[in-house]
């Protein structure tokens, strides 16, 4: 098979290029396409992947590494692909820093997916994803198309509706989520039935079955467990016990938020720009001509591991919770849901995988062309959502405020229109005014020459 990866020169794709060179199953990828605009990114890339290759042959000289090619022809990079990963990140690690700047400065959230840091991402990424799904349905009309790309929700509901069912979105905090939950419990994750539900960075995982029976109940009494783990420490034991549930990691700054903002505008510098600066560093490294064999990937490998022990530290700064333990520490795995999502595809392997997929009849609540993220039956005609219990009235309410947000992202992608755009920001439960709407939307549209299309 051929896989095609959109921001081939992305921090994240040595994660599934390691995956894949795990993989030793009949049909597996034998081709890997990085497309990129960038092409000091793609030449640092390529010598990580070069070097993760190198390691494992030497480990195992039966491992037969997929082939990897380069290039910054999107057609030339589609053309013959069977599955394509799309990471993109337009405006860049400077754009999301610029996000959160502008949106502190407003006092209200400017984190990359959430709050008014999301809405400026969507409005800058949208109009692109929709012009690759354009690009893939002429170019690669059989391919199946996962989408990394945040916000993955609402970018993998602008690809549908030129791709239908053949875009999936994936996200790696469900799976960590229940993973964690799972071991807590004494059970192994792929034994357990996850009941998760909600929208990308925006769910709730209110069961887990164990042989049938649910465990969670047991969960939420053990103070001590409930609060061993990330979820448990963000929230803290009373808090989750009230909703009877376990939130995803990113509610933390729906029901902390002026904690979480507060702990943001006295941080030395925000999310946005530390990975900026500490990339900036790391593909200056890795793309150095004459460097030795291993060094690409030493320096990966050391950028990643300061990366994930920093991930959400304000957070946890505002819940006055320690810093993340080892077993926070592990990938969330959305490279491992890539591949399953990929074999069960292209193999006929049933699989049960939390993606982000069209709603149908799943949730009443919302239509059918709404992406949510729930439990999927997967094979070889794509990802089918598994029936869930309805929201919760609080849920109901966070879901359908933010759904609305989202559609209003796409309205204004697709219509060019300002009021689009300030309805969007304005509708956000993050956004407390109006007025901090338009400021918003001032600020961002100055200063992106992405957002030059609102009038």
Not at 321 to 327: F, H, K, L, W
Not at 409 to 427: C, E, P, T, Y
Not at 444 to 449: F, S, T, V
Request: proline share 4%; aromatic share 6%; charged share 25%.
């Amino acid at each position: 098979m051929r896989l095609t990866i959109l921001g081939g020169g992305g921090f994240r794709v040595p994660l599934v290029y390691g995956a894949l060179l795990g993989d030793r199953a009949e049909g597996r990828v034998s081709h890997v396409t990085l497309y990129d605009e960038d092409p000091a990114r793609l030449t640092a890339m390529a010598r990580v992947l070069r070097d993760q290759a190198s390691v494992a042959s030497a480990a195992d000289p039966a491992v037969d590494a997929p082939a990897v090619t380069v290039t910054g022809d999107l057609d030339e990079a589609l053309r013959g692909a069977d599955f394509v990963f799309s990471a993109i990140r337009v405006g860049g690690l400077e754009g999301r820093a610029t996000d959160e700047r502008i949106a502190l400065a407003e006092g209200v959230l400017g984190q990359e997916t959430v709050g008014a840091g999301g809405i400026a991402y969507g409005l800058r990424t949208v109009p692109v994803a929709r012009e690759i799904a354009r690009r893939i349905a002429r170019t690669a009309p059989e391919a199946w198309v996962i989408n990394f790309t945040n916000p993955a929700g609402l970018v993998t509901e602008a690809m549908a509706e030129e791709l239908g069912e053949r875009v999936i979105g994936i996200c790696d905090s469900p799976v960590g989520l229940g993973r964690r939950i799972a071991r807590l419990l004494g059970a192994r994750p792929q034994e357990a039935w996850i009941d998760y539900v909600g929208l990308n960075h925006l769910g709730w995982v209110r069961g887990l079955r164990i042989g049938g029976r649910d465990e969670l109940p047991r969960l939420l009494a053990d103070t001590e467990a409930l609060e061993s783990f990330e979820e448990g420490r963000l929230f803290g034991a009373e808090w989750l016990r009230s909703l009877g549930a376990i939130p995803n990691e990113y509610l933390h700054y729906y029901y902390f938020n002026r904690d979480t903002v507060r702990a943001y505008q006295e941080a030395k510098q925000t999310r946005g720009a530390f990975l900026r600066d500490q990339q900036r560093g790391f593909y200056a490294e890795a793309g150095r001509a004459g460097a030795p064999a291993g060094a690409a990937l030493a320096a990966w490998d050391r950028t990643r591991a300061e990366r994930e022990a920093t991930y959400m530290a304000e957070n946890r700064e505002a819940a006055g919770a320690p810093a993340r333990e080892e077993s926070d520490l592990e990938s969330g795995g959305y490279e491992k849901v890539a591949l399953a999502l990929m074999r069960a595809i292209a193999r006929d392997e049933r699989a049960t995988l939390i993606l982000n997929v069209r709603n149908r009849s799943t949730l009443s609540v919302l239509d059918a062309e709404a992406v949510i993220e729930v439990p999927c039956l997967v094979d070889a005609n794509g990802a089918h959502p598994v029936g869930v219990a309805q929201l919760p009235l609080h849920a109901v309410g966070l879901v359908t405020a933010v759904k609305a947000v989202e559609r209003e992202v796409l309205a204004a992608a697709a219509s060019g229109a300002r009021a689009d755009a300030v309805k969007a920001f304005a509708l956000h439960p993050l956004v407390d005014s109006v007025g901090v709407a338009r400021r918003l939307l001032d600020g961002y549209a100055a200063e992106h020459p992405g957002l030059a299309y609102l009038r």
